[in-house]
């Protein structure tokens, strides 16, 4: 489906799209808008009051961008750790709309990782905050919303994570809480998807490769115009940054078209409870990154650990 077959195609039905505030989330929450979807947005960012990830972006100009582009999108600044503003926000859906077709829970929690730090020496409470933030808020929303999405079959339900469950079950993702959190939250959508089953619907996790946001863009220090350069600058260095493997970038425009893809997709059934990543929706639906390219990131990654860098060709996984 490219991205002119998507308009329309999603015409009349609500999706919920939680951390719609920046990055994959804001994407996904445009693009299912794009399709005709009538599109709730949460993040907690608001002008006055920024959330601590020290951000500018704000869940009010997601839906202003996507009001702009003729559009339906409301703003709800919802905290998912408070369940009794998650049980508020499905109410507010369930009284305006009486009906919820799509879940995307795409909030992450990555500001708090701690890279290099044994268990032992990881500080519980900073390691909790990720664990919490990258998954409790996928249960409680998912806890809250699952009764309004099985009052109709067909629902979906997205559980962003990162990494695909083949690749996770073979690599520890560099601390035990982001290890966790990241395979807890597939899991969890290998659980839903055997819940929401006999009602119709579907839930899967989907992975972007690595991701090309904004904020990782600011933490490398480059731009959308010189990343690739960079990148490529570092072959063969090590703890430059950018890392040469960021060679193998994506926008979040592929994930958000793959899911949109997905949820306008009347098949969509068949992939219940399994483990999709951004690449293999672009590659079953006939997508393409906003260059034209595919990126296959998890094959190039791993790739990387067994051929030397100097061998590799990065066009080979675009």
Not at 5 to 18: F, K, M, P, W, Y
């Amino acid at each position: 489906m490219t991205e002119q077959q998507s308009e329309g195609a999603l015409q009349d039905r609500i999706a919920l799209v939680t951390g719609a505030t920046r990055g994959a989330g804001r994407a996904i929450a445009r693009m299912l808008a794009d399709a005709g979807a009538v599109v709730y947005c949460t993040g907690r960012s608001t002008a006055q009051a920024p959330s601590d990830y020290g951000r500018a972006e704000t869940v009010q100009e997601t839906a202003a961008l996507i009001a702009a582009a003729g559009g339906t999108a409301i703003p709800i600044i919802t905290d998912h750790l408070d369940p009794d503003a998650i049980h508020a926000l499905i109410q507010r859906i369930s009284t305006e709309r009486d009906r919820l077709d799509i879940l995307v829970n795409d909030i992450g929690g990555e500001a708090y990782v701690k890279f290099g730090l044994p268990l032992w020496d990881y500080d519980l409470r900073e390691g909790m905050k990720l664990f919490q933030t990258g998954f409790t808020t996928h249960l409680y929303t998912s806890h809250a919303a699952l009764p309004l999405l099985v009052k109709n079959p067909g629902s979906l339900v997205v559980e962003v994570t990162d990494g695909t469950r083949g690749y996770n079950a073979t690599h520890f993702r560099e601390s035990v809480f982001l290890d966790l959190t990241k395979t807890t939250v597939d899991r969890l959508a290998f659980a839903q998807g055997h819940e929401l089953a006999p009602h119709g619907g579907t839930a899967v996790s989907v992975s972007p490769g690595w991701l090309r946001s904004e904020m990782m863009l600011d933490a490398f220090g480059v731009t959308e115009e010189n990343w690739r350069e960079s990148a490529e600058a570092n072959r063969g260095k090590s703890e430059a940054l950018p890392p040469y493997e960021f060679v193998i970038s994506e926008t979040p425009a592929l994930l958000a078209r793959g899911i949109t893809a997905l949820a306008a997709d009347p098949q969509r059934a068949r992939w219940n409870t399994q483990s999709l990543s951004s690449f293999s929706l672009a590659e079953h639906y006939g997508l393409t990154d906003v260059d034209g390219s595919r990126p296959d990131a998890w094959s190039f990654i791993t790739a990387m650990e067994t051929t030397p860098v100097e061998q590799l060709e990065v066009e080979n996984y675009r």
